[in-house]
């Protein structure tokens, strides 16, 4: 009587330890928790709001201060406000356009955020320029202690001067013309200090340039008057960009 036939199973070894590590799932990079992924965009938003609010202010003060009149002033105040408001909104606007396809649109935008940011850049460089020279002028034109000294000295030689050479050019006039010059050199000199000490600001920055490049770079304070007049009318500016970084974010 024939036997059924059994099919053997096949006898699987146990997986080895190494061949355990390989199977397991890899793990997934640990992500940031919600809460922190949110906090940087917050941040970069409220910052992105706070410039736009300065810039709305300087701009709109800046405009209203080119009107010949109160009403022509007040419709500079509006130019320049609403131009700082279509430049911090409008490129989030025209990215999102992009993104949907609509790209003719966005470009559109684009080219009007062009144009606003230029007009609104132009006029933080005006209120810039305004203040900051206004302040330097203020601070130059004190008088000193040493300064009010070297122009009592040069009265003193000029009356001297005056009396000396009232009946003619000698020797003794020569010698109180020199006295003269010598003393108006002296408020030259004296004038100088003040308007380098009426922009600290610049004079360190010449200084620390020059400290730490060893002596190569010896910039002016016209170069760092320009950096610092950029800065300050461009980084009000730019709260449209922060807000577009902040929702890509």
């Known amino acids: 009587m024939p036997t059924d036939l059994v099919a053997a199973e096949p006898i699987v070894a146990p997986p080895q330890p190494a061949m355990v590590q390989a199977l397991e799932p890899i793990s997934k990079p640990s992500r940031p928790s919600p809460r922190r ?55 989030a606007c025209a990215a999102g356009l992009w993104h949907a396809g609509h790209r003719a649109t966005a470009l559109v935008g684009w080219a009007v955020w062009v144009m606003t940011f230029v007009f609104a850049l132009t006029a933080g460089i005006g209120f810039a320029s305004t203040n900051i020279s206004d302040t330097t002028l203020a601070r130059g034109s004190r008088t000193t202690p040493a300064v009010a000294v070297a ?59 020059a400290w730490v490049s060893r002596g190569v770079l010896q910039p002016t304070s016209n170069d760092f008057a320009m950096l610092r007049l950029v800065l300050l009318a461009l980084l009000p500016q730019i709260g449209g960009i922060l807000l577009l970084v902040g929702r890509r974010a």
Do not use: Y
């Open 151 to 209: 122009q009592a000295a040069l009265g003193d030689a000029m009356a001297a001067r005056d009396r000396e050479c009232k009946g003619g050019v000698g020797k003794f006039c020569r010698e109180r013309e020199a006295a003269v010059a010598e003393r108006r050199q002296a408020v030259d000199t004296a004038m100088h200090t003040v308007e380098q000490t009426a922009d600290p600001q610049t004079d360190a920055a010449i200084r620390v340039v």
């Open 37 to 91: 992924q949110l906090f940087a965009p917050v941040l970069l938003s409220i910052a992105a709001l706070a410039l736009a609010g300065v810039g709305i202010t300087m701009n709109g003060w800046f405009a209203r201060s080119l009107g010949s009149s109160d009403v022509a002033g007040w419709l500079f105040l509006a130019v320049g406000v609403a131009a700082d408001v279509v430049a911090l909104v409008m490129p």
